[in-house]
């Protein structure tokens, strides 16, 4: 049977057994599926000594299968590709742990004399049902995902029909991003945040925007995964650092004593030197550690929660806060909330959104809330579009609000207009 046959015969078997799955698994039906490509095939079989090259392409395999969950499953195809599927994950955060594990071990991979192999691993991601109805196109979609990674030559790649995704895909966006930092064509906007108790503003959340030449105002939500599959990630988390510091600098010169929330990404928290980067801007600026929150997504955190653990012990050992964004969203227990260095839980917008009308949302914000009480964190509501939900979420003992009832992320002269006279406040007085 010739290679291509071969191939194809176990594909089926690959889209058989992701049928099977679903069939018997009809309360969590959510799959993903890895095609996984390694550059460095070619001087893989190469490796000297007769049969020596395809024995290293098994090991490979069996350490990749050693890096999967249970029940998880690795086909090695006949061309040297692999076909991976990630059973009964509960969001992408779970296929993003698994990439980066397969990542790590593959790009510190040593052969049995202990010499590094150069693998160049190159990976393609598929969800279902997100991205596919069914196994086949699923596993097709992968593949798609896969030809992408390596057309623009990054180390891993979502399937995404995303209009933004698509259209940002083809950019070299190591150098775009460097050229809109050179160029100022980065800012960053300043959303306010209340203190529902006493309705005073109590810090600022920094917000990333992007106004491109050609393509006009680029979201966060679009650009920042781009930015996070290169190294770009880290210049610009070093940016909004330095300039969300240096702000807070000028306004405790003004007697204006507010906090600063930035977002970070779980790309920063692999950087081993981030703990210490964080330190010297404080410094740098004349920051005050515990007015500064570092914002991590849940989703981001549970990618790989011993690592994060680490770090974010070292972060807050400098006395920075540290908050759970998109709070809700990205847990499979919550176990891991007892060990975790955290100060503060952000409630998901889409819990917010619907509070006033529907009763299940509103009981996972009490549920939140209570957690929030028992381990004594403190809590932000975010995306409160209504005042009648900010008033619900005070009543139900939420600390902290942030949404569009208040205000929407500013620059920072129309916050500082918006601080002299802040409407909604009136309205809350009246
Ligand atoms: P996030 O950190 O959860 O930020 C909240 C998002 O909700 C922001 O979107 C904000 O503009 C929006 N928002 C605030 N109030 C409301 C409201 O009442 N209703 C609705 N519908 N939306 C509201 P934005 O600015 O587009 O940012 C999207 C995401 O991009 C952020 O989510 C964050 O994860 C990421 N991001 C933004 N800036 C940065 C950054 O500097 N670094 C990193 N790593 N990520 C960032
Ligand atoms: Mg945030
Ligand atoms: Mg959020």
């Given at each position: 049977m010739d290679i291509l046959a071969q191939r194809s015969r176990q594909e089926t078997q690959v889209i058989d057994g992701i049928d099977a799955w679903l069939k018997s698994h009809p309360d969590q039906p959510r799959v993903a599926v890895i095609s996984l490509a390694m550059l460095g095939m070619p001087r893989l079989r190469a490796h000297p000594g007769g049969l020596a090259g395809e024995t290293l392409i098994r090991n490979i395999h069996a350490r990749i299968q050693q890096v999967l969950r249970p029940g998880d499953h690795c086909e090695l195809l006949s061309d040297g590709e692999c076909l991976i599927s990630l059973y009964g994950i509960k969001n992408v955060g779970h296929a993003q742990l698994a990439v980066r594990r397969l990542l790590h071990e593959l790009n510190n991979y040593s052969d049995e004399a202990g010499y590094r192999v150069h693998t160049g691993p190159r990976l393609g991601i598929a969800l279902f049902p997100d991205n596919a109805s069914n196994a086949p196109t699923l596993v097709h979609k992968a593949g798609l995902a896969l030809d992408m990674a390596k057309a623009a030559d990054q180390e891993f790649l979502f399937y995404s029909q995303g209009h933004g995704q698509e259209k940002l895909f083809n950019w070299n966006i190591d150098q775009e991003l460097e050229r809109a930092l050179r160029d100022d064509e980065l800012q960053l906007h300043y959303q306010p945040q209340l203190?529902?108790?006493?309705?005073?503003?109590?810090g600022v959340e920094a917000l990333l925007r992007w106004q491109h030449p050609e393509h006009g105002h680029i979201s966060p939500a679009d650009f920042i995964p781009l930015a996070e599959r290169s190294r770009i990630i880290h210049p610009l988390t070093r940016w909004c650092l330095h300039t969300c510091l240096r702000q807070l600098g000028e306004w405790a010169s003004l007697d204006r004593h507010r906090n600063m929330s930035v977002n970070i990404s779980s790309y920063n928290l692999s950087d081993p030197g981030f703990a210490e980067m964080v330190g010297n801007a404080l410094q740098l600026w004349h920051?005050?550690?515990?007015?500064l929150t570092l914002e991590i997504t849940e989703g981001a955190l549970l990618e790989d929660l011993d690592y994060a653990t680490g770090v974010l012990g070292s972060l807050r050992r400098l006395g920075v806060r540290i908050s759970i964004d998109d709070f809700g969203t990205g847990y499979s227990s919550l176990s891991y909330l007892k060990h975790l260095p955290v100060d503060e839980l952000k409630i998901d917008q889409s819990f917010v959104r619907n509070i006033l009308n529907d009763r299940h949302d509103r009981s996972i914000v009490e549920t939140i809330i209570k957690i929030a009480r028992d381990f004594n964190f403190s809590l932000v509501a975010e995306g409160i579009e209504q005042e009648a939900a900010l008033l619900l979420l005070d009543e139900m003992g939420c600390h902290t609000g942030q949404g569009y009832a208040i205000a929407?992320?500013?620059?920072h002269s129309a916050l500082m207009n918006w601080l002299e006279n802040p409407p909604a406040l009136k309205q809350h007085h009246a």
């Open positions: 203190s529902l108790a006493n309705q005073e503003v109590s920051v005050p550690a515990p007015r929407r992320p500013l620059p």
